[in-house]
DNA sequence: GACTGGCACTCGCTACAGTCGAGTGCCAGT
DNA sequence: ACTGGCACTCGACTGTAGCGAGTGCCAGTC
């Protein structure tokens, strides 16, 4: 049952050939390539174990071995290390995300960047709207019957709503409500707003009653409580390397679940910062990432998180040096976000 | 030289069967599907003209005939009509675009609706910043020398920038910046701003003019010079319909190019509304692209356009109902945004 | 007891030959 | 100007055979 260290290196071998090559790895050119100092039958016995274990499988009767997911969990829980960033990387990270003139802008490099450096598909949360505060709300005018209402976030997110007034209001009325909103709900945190915002309808004046009604329904509505969550994607692109190998043959799933952005908050949107989720094919819950991998992390200012990234893949990738990245990453883009 | 009637209809029967059945049309099964009344032998000379003309071409010896680019081209320009939406589509394109909350929520409602009506990949571009014009500029301080400058047009459309002043600036000099701003360039379009921003410094009293500086050089280098275009896809998983036929075998070039944001632009933001156009394959310009088709239109309230939208597909495309489709939807979103 | 060399076996891959049939071009006939 | 007939082409499919990478097992060795 036990492992020994040697069937363990042989693991090991087999997880970083394959992924290096894309072919099923055999006994022989095991031995050669990596100095394991036995034979390879000897080698053929271990992987028979490894096989009944489920670390790796062979995907026809005469051909090598290949990695099982199980394989692939083994191999990153416990027999691979975090490579370190060559320079070159770190320069290509810093580089990228200096210059960045908005939110917007910091969010679309970083996942430019990601897919880049990883050659995967990334995958970049905006930072979520329920773990941020308010810094300021806006309401500008439209028509005598329409505010447009604009609420900057500190984590740098702007949103802005369309309000419908029941009644046409003057102008130094716009200026009350401003005042008022922005008096009780500016440095509070989103997912604590709710009462506030009652508390806003009920206290006000009765000639500003009507408007505020309304202006506390799209707060709540549709910034509070469908808080909306965005994505970013980049390197679609790289779903099409190594052939139709990966994935076995078909991309549709993987595109279609890149395209629900519930989907893909579920998968990167939970995670703290300084922990790195892998989720490894069969892992997945979604169907259609059952070919996939997932490697993702929170970032943010500092040590809370605001918001996920990460990097999607073939199970067949380089584990040690995508965590790397996805790391280094995110806590640059926290940096980032800590000095605004 | 000159094509008769039959040679057409031959050619358009050779079109319709194609996309439908995504396979070589051979003389015979034609003469069986459409009513030609001419035998089999008389067709076979009409295509051995058309192929000459280069409107056919075959697969290999001894397969059916296939259409050219070109022949797409003569089928979308002299053979085929414009096809009536179904009720059915009528319907979605209603259904799908009530309750849009925003400008982000109308733009990503529309691109799914697009997707999902013509199977394709589509695309829609936010609304033009050089064409919008200034509803209001709003500064937010964030620190004593830090602003956020949001603008908001009357597209609908709310960009931000952090603004870095030279020196700190009292709370009174920001109303006053504000007001300042907001009365010269309220109202104006974008492509006309410069000078007035220019003036704007040259007139300022002096305590304000560092302030105004730094303001007006981000305002004009990040909105108006630099004016930021935005797109959103959706639908790529419809690339992988009809298996690896079309875009001969490969989807990479396809997707490189979707995620080109430059790219994408120039191919489809520069139609008018009400006038469709159509590129097929080789007419591109983009190599990448030179499998792909493309459907696109302009959008905006009224008879200006304010940005543009479209589709992407394998040359092998519906295009009359791709049109009929395109054409429709843009009018919808025209609509919704004059109401705004 | 752990490792190794040897050996028979499996099975996917490639090449090759043969058949089938959809589709063609051409031509003589109406 | 159209049609029926015919010989021809060539891709798709099928079956066979040989190759070779890789395996499992076993007897032998340190």
Redesign the interface.
């Known amino acids: 049952m036990g492992l020994d260290d040697r069937k363990l290196a042989v693991l090991r071998a087999i997880v970083e050939d394959y992924v290096a090559t894309q072919e099923p790895v055999g006994s022989k050119t095991l031995v050669e390539r990596h100095q394991l100092g036995v034979s390879p039958a000897t080698v053929r016995n271990d992987m028979a174990v490894l096989e009944e274990e489920g670390y790796i499988r062979q995907p026809h009767t005469s051909a090598g071995r290949v990695p099982t997911d199980r394989g692939y969990r083994l191999f990153v829980d416990r027999l691979s290390r975090v490579k370190p960033l060559s320079p070159a990387e770190r320069r290509a990270i810093e580089r990228f995300l200096v210059g960045a ?3 917007d802008d910091v969010v679309h490099r970083t996942v430019r960047l990601l897919a880049q450096l990883t050659r995967q598909v990334a995958v970049v949360q905006y930072p979520s709207l329920a773990r941020s505060s308010v ?2 709300l ?1 309401l ?1 005018p ?1 028509s005598t019957t329409r505010l ?1 209402l ?1 609420m ?1 976030a500190d984590t ?1 997110r ?5 309000v419908e007034l029941p009644t046409p209001i003057p102008a130094d009325d716009v200026t009350d409500l401003r005042r008022l909103v922005n008096e009780k709900l500016v440095g509070t945190r989103l997912s604590e707003t709710p009462p506030l915002v009652q508390a806003l309808v009920e206290e006000s004046v009765p000639h500003l009653r009507p408007a505020m009604t309304t202006l506390s329904t799209v707060l709540l509505e ?1 910034l509070i409580e469908r808080h909306e969550e965005r994505i970013a994607l ?4 790289n ?2 390397r190594g052939g139709l190998l990966d994935f076995q043959g ?3 799933p993987i ?2 679940a ?2 629900e952005e519930v989907v893909m908050l579920k998968l990167i949107g939970e995670a703290e910062p300084s922990t790195t989720r892998v989720l490894i094919g069969d892992e997945n819950e979604i169907d259609n990432l059952r070919a996939a991998s997932v490697v993702s992390t929170g970032y943010g200012p500092g040590t809370t998180s605001v918001g996920g990234l990460g990097v999607l893949g073939p199970t067949r990738m380089d584990y040690p040096g995508t965590i790397a990245t996805v790391r280094a990453v995110a806590r640059y883009v926290g940096e980032l976000l800590a000095q ?1």
């Open positions: 003139v908005d939110l810094r300021h806006e500008v439209i447009m604009v900057i740098g702007v949103e802005q709503r369309l549709t980049a390197g679609t692109a779903l099409t078909s991309l549709r595109l279609e890149l395209e605004n």
